[in-house]
């Protein structure tokens, strides 16, 4: 599901803050400074700063609704490109990688040769990424086209934030920002159901096609209007940690989802599970030793971080998979056309927008452990609910249940979400946040490589694939994404009592 934004704040200063959370720049950047603002262009003027802040927000716009809208498509791209429904994670996976791989460089990018030219390389890289994907005739040349399109998509957002950050004077940061946060609520909010319209008037290509205009228009108001900035002072890049980081996170994904969809050996998916693990040990030791890592291990030191950022790690394994699983479901099981597939995915928003205050309310009066123990198994449970899915299910009652779905599965974003970047400080908000987006993205990925992993084997069990025997395929994977979700309770179960008294004292969101 898409990342969901905290609640609001009471005070400017803390919901500048909120705002910057809810951005989330995936990559570390560094702040504006006397040396960096010395180093860009004359003060740009009016009407050149409200284009930039334009710019900035379809950017956004488009890195997040690209993000949901191909998962009603999915079917659609199957039968076109001679492939099977329930194979076709890889399409996802290779968009949500790739943008958990080029998160830690992209700011140092913006860094060194600047934001204007870094912001329009991005644009440029995610429309010919998104060109070629409509051009796309195999399941190879698509993934690999939507690798070229993750490349561009994630940098739109943390550079373009870097952008206005160092533009706009410190007074202008709260409504500069809010503006380019609400194209990113938007986005995920209308994915699903334009994907299924789009594929259902036309094709599956279209999804892709009308990124080609607005990355054209982007490249061109980005080389006139977009101020150029850069640091001088930028550090020396971490290249052996971020190899680390790129081959444990690559590895793993491949090890999950190489023998259901690739045909890898058994043998060679245990040696790319143990490469995974050293890699990301190893990343560990070097950090410790690195003066200038790309994210510090000082980090685990805050209680609520470490452990809302590992719970986030497994609770969004499940939230990942369910915006795949639930489209897949009601098109290939149950029948719906694309667009009715992306209609029943409303409920799931409309309801998650809803639930915001609540949550708030719940973690005032009842600390954030026990909120977010409680729910995630509800979350667990609603995921596990759709195993009683039948072609005969009233349809109200389907809607129900995606609305209460969508309602807990919120409640679980903002609460997580808060949790973890509450006790950061300024000190470490970049390198944090920058972490935390990237854990996003990876869950993001790891979650529809599992749902994938497990559809295959259920069908596989099955034999022949109709749309009546693999209904029980999708049954047995929400039980099992379910348990994965319940399970990751025990993690949040370790928030010491601390923070649940610190939680009855102030509102989470003024935190964040």
């Known amino acids: 599901m898409p990342r969901q934004p905290p609640e609001r704040a009471s005070a400017p200063a803390s919901l500048q803050w909120r705002l910057s959370a809810l951005l989330a720049a995936p990559a570390p950047m560094s702040e504006p400074s006397t040396m960096s603002r010395a180093s860009s262009n004359p003060t740009p003027s009016p009407r050149s700063l409200s284009v930039m802040l334009w710019l900035v927000a379809t950017g956004f716009f488009m890195q997040t609704l690209d993000s949901t809208i191909v998962n009603t498509a999915l079917p659609a791209m199957a039968t076109s490109l001679g492939e099977l429904p329930l194979r076709m994670q890889s399409v996802v996976i290779a968009y949500s990688l790739t943008m958990a791989v080029m998160i830690p460089v992209s700011g140092w990018l913006a860094d060194k040769l600047g934001t204007r030219r870094v912001f329009m390389g991005a644009i440029f890289v995610f429309t010919v990424g998104s ?303 920058s972490l935390f987006s990237l854990v996003q993205m990876l869950s993001m990925s790891l979650g529809v490589t599992v749902a994938g992993a497990m559809l295959t084997a259920f069908t596989g069990l099955i034999g022949h694939m109709t749309a009546s025997n693999v209904i029980p395929a999708f049954h047995a994977t929400f039980v099992c994404v379910g348990i994965i979700t319940a399970a990751s309770s025990w993690i949040f179960a370790q928030l010491s009592d601390d923070v649940r008294r610190a939680a009855k004292k102030t509102d989470p969101s003024e935190r964040t």
Request: glycine share 10%; with cysteine.
């Open 131 to 433: 060109l070629l994907c409509a051009s796309a005739r195999t399941l190879d040349q698509l993934v690999l086209s939507r690798v070229a399109q993750g490349v561009g998509g994630a940098m739109l957002l943390p550079v373009g934030r870097l952008a206005v950050l160092r533009t706009f004077p410190a007074e202008r940061y709260l409504p500069a920002l809010s503006f380019v946060a609400i194209p990113g609520l938007i986005g995920p909010l209308i994915g699903p159901t334009l994907g299924g319209w789009l594929v259902q008037i036309a094709s599956w290509h279209w999804i892709f096609l009308i990124n080609v205009p607005v990355g054209v228009a982007g490249c061109l108001f980005t080389f006139i209007f977009m101020p150029d900035s850069r640091n001088p002072n930028t550090a020396k890049f971490d290249l052996p940690g971020y190899l680390l980081l790129v081959t444990g996170m690559v590895t793993i994904s491949f090890a999950l989802d190489g023998h259901s969809e690739l045909g890898i050996p058994q043998a060679v998916v245990l040696v790319l599970l143990v490469v995974s693990l050293a890699a990301f040990v190893a990343y560990g030791l070097h950090a410790q030793r690195s003066p200038t890592p790309i994210f510090s291990l000082e980090l685990f030191k805050i209680h609520t971080f470490s452990v809302g950022l590992l719970g986030n790690l497994f609770a969004r394994i499940g939230s990942g998979a369910m915006p795949y699983l639930i489209p897949l479901l009601l098109q290939v099981a149950l029948g719906y056309t694309p667009f009715e597939a992306g209609l029943m995915m409303l409920p799931v928003a409309a309801a998650g927008m809803g639930s915001k205050r609540l949550v708030t309310h719940l973690i005032t009066r009842v600390g954030y452990r026990r909120v977010l123990v409680v729910n995630t198994v509800l979350v667990g449970l609603m995921m596990a609910s759709f195993a009683l899915s039948t072609p005969g299910e009233p349809l109200w009652l389907r809607i129900v249940q995606l609305a209460v779905f969508g309602g807990v599965n919120s409640m679980q974003f903002t609460a997580m979400n808060t949790l973890t970047l509450k006790d950061l400080g300024m000190g470490g908000a970049s390198s944090g946040n």
